[in-house]
């Protein structure tokens, strides 16, 4: 029997769904395998028990949401909402263990194309961002078309580190707007055949990318105020 154009439809984004997962784990592989993933083939220097929870932690966090996204795509929604609640603990300790390492990188001066307590909004901003997409994903979990689209956000939107370090390491160019605009446009582009597909811009990817987009320049001017410096400093030590 053949499929009905609604069925057709509801496959094309399953695998739109799952394509995007895979697609994140994979920047974060490649943007990371020189000091992570592949550090001993480049000889990098041996990282830090925290730097190795946060590797970890960020690693589960790409591989549940491909599995996640993948048991969907299987039409296996009930082993989707039992790891619901491993995802929310994952999700708590990116940002817990992400805030640690961006404060200890200021610390430690890394700070590519910002001074450092400027640069410092970025990623922890990027948490606060990443934070509140998987906080209204899971008030909108009975919404599955919000779900996955805010959930697709929030995991893209923490690929940002990945691609600067491709960008410094493979490019030589240290520029946080630079950082930005790949990334949006990886962004915008699952939102446009989202958009195509469905012939609708839906309102989560609308407001999400809006919330998404304008943090960013946020960010940066908020590093460059006074209250930030005085509030960097104090974090830093």
Not at 94 to 104: C, K, M, Q, T
Not at 179 to 203: Q, S, Y
């Amino acid at each position: 029997m053949s499929a009905t154009p609604g069925t057709a439809r509801s496959l094309g984004e399953r695998r739109l769904y799952t394509a995007g997962a895979i697609l994140a784990a994979l920047v974060a592989f490649a943007g990371f395998a020189r000091t992570y993933y592949l550090k001993g083939s480049f000889g990098s220097p041996d990282l830090s028990p925290i730097l190795h929870a946060h590797g970890l932690v960020m690693t589960l966090w790409f591989v549940l949401f491909i599995a996640q996204a993948r048991l969907v795509a299987a039409g296996r929604t009930d082993i989707h909402r039992k790891l619901g609640l491993a995802g929310v603990v994952v999700a708590i300790l990116v940002v817990a263990l992400g805030s640690v390492i961006a404060v200890d990188g200021a610390r430690g001066g890394l700070s590519p194309g910002l001074p450092p307590l400027v640069f410092l909004a970025i990623p922890l901003g990027m948490l606060v961002v990443f934070a509140t997409l998987v906080g209204a994903a899971i008030v909108l979990r009975r919404r599955s078309d919000w779900h996955k689209r805010l959930m697709l956000l929030a995991t893209l939107g923490l690929i940002t580190p990945a691609i600067a370090r491709l960008s410094i390491h493979v490019l030589g160019i240290e520029s946080p707007p630079l950082f930005f605009a790949a990334t949006d446009a990886i962004v915008i582009a699952w939102v446009a055949w989202d958009t195509v597909r469905n012939r609708r811009l839906h309102p989560a990817f609308l407001w999400g990318t809006l919330f998404f987009l304008a943090s960013q320049p946020l960010r940066i001017a908020i590093g460059h105020t006074d209250a930030w410096q005085r509030f960097a400093a104090w974090l830093v030590g």
